[in-house]
């Protein structure tokens, strides 16, 4: 008796278990200065469920996107104080490996790069920036420095940390470029105007745009308010 009772009790769940969803869309309707986010789910079952549910007035939207362009723009300038900042901070890193070096005898940087370097010294590299694209080549010479070229220009060291590295005296105009690895393997500067690019990495994800938002994607919350001495560097070249 208990089993046919437990058999009975698992039929429905059974059959219910059976509806899949086929559709699921949400979109935002607006009537007399209020706004409704509408949503529609249909089942394999013929079933279909119809949501309307009232977010605000034209007031609140218009409330709603004041506090997130705030929202964004303090946070943008916050990241932006921290990302002026990484060229000294990279300076000071290639400074301390001396410090580094002296203490134990064993040099930071360049254990970094063997254990790091590898994929750019597949070859195959470009280097693209506002003149057009050049090819890009590394390699590690007898003393352990990582060194690139840039096709037409002499080679110059590279410094490579983690996904941090720069390159000394890009293209001969005296000026460092550091780069940053996106999550496909490219290489970016902080203003993405120069990548390295390898032709067996996927392109990057534009990191620099704020993506726009929209009335069917705006959160419809408040938002709150939100003299050490250093041993010279190794020298450019």
Do not use: C
Not at 120 to 133: F, N, P
């Amino acid at each position: 008796m208990k089993n046919i009772v437990f058999i009975l009790f698992l039929i429905p769940s059974a059959l219910f278990s059976q509806r899949i969803t086929t559709l699921d869309s949400t979109w935002r309707e607006s009537s007399g200065g209020k706004f409704f986010e509408v949503r529609l789910t249909e089942y394999t079952t013929g079933e279909s469920v119809l949501t309307r549910t009232f977010v605000g007035d034209t007031l609140t939207i218009f409330q709603n996107y004041l506090n997130k362009f705030a929202t964004e723009g303090n946070q943008m300038a916050g990241e932006a104080r921290s990302a002026s900042r990484f060229s000294k901070n990279i300076t000071q890193i290639i400074q301390l490996n001396n410090e580094a070096l002296a203490a134990t005898g064993r040099d930071v940087l360049d254990t970094l790069t063997k254990r790091d370097a590898l994929p750019l010294l597949a070859g195959g590299w470009t280097a693209k920036d506002t003149a057009g694209s050049l090819d890009i080549s590394f390699n590690i010479n007898n003393s352990g420095q990582l060194r690139y070229t840039i096709a037409g220009f002499q080679a110059r060291n590279a410094f490579l940390f983690g996904a941090t590295m720069r390159l000394n005296n890009y293209k001969s105009t005296g000026q460092d470029v550091d780069f940053f690895r996106g999550v496909g393997g490219n290489w970016f500067t902080i203003d993405d105007k120069t990548r390295l690019r390898h032709p067996g990495n996927p392109d990057a994800v534009n990191r620099g745009s704020l993506k726009g938002a929209s009335a069917e994607t705006i959160e419809l919350k408040p938002v709150p308010a939100k003299n050490t001495k250093k041993k010279p560097g190794k020298k450019k070249n």
